[in-house]
């Protein structure tokens, strides 16, 4: 059974920082896209960030970006979001992505495989 779970998320303040977890399991990754998406109340599933398989591959919404780092770890199957500069509109359900292409990247509807999602607060 192939999965992905999310792990790390949590309450901060504005400014504080977090790092999401997402470990794959069931299959190998390495040559996958993977992707952070977030969805607050009321709102639709919005990109984030996204990795290649290539670590030097990375893209990021303008929102997050210079706030955000994403990361991965081949060998453990793992890719990482490091947030920090937080602010209130980050709060949202963050979920992690696969999808073996890199086209459309930013598109949530052709990704192969998603985690359960990981609550993010930031209290201002």
């Known amino acids: 059974q192939v999965q992905l779970v999310e792990s790390g998320g949590g309450f901060v303040h504005t400014g504080g920082s977090l790092r999401l977890s997402c470990a794959g399991s069931?299959?190998?990754?390495?040559?996958?896209?993977m992707s952070w998406f977030r969805q607050a109340p009321g709102k639709e599933r919005e990109f984030v960030a996204a990795i290649g398989w290539s670590v030097r591959s990375t893209y990021y919404s303008d929102s997050v970006k210079g706030r955000f780092t994403i990361s991965r770890d081949n060998a453990k199957n793992t890719v990482y979001l490091q947030m920090d500069s937080l602010k209130p509109e980050d709060t949202a359900v963050y979920y992690c992505a696969a999808k073996p292409g890199a086209s459309a990247y930013y598109i949530w509807t052709g990704y192969q495989y998603w985690g359960q999602g990981t609550q993010v607060t930031v209290s201002s």
């Open positions: 069931g299959r190998t990754f390495s040559s996958y896209v």
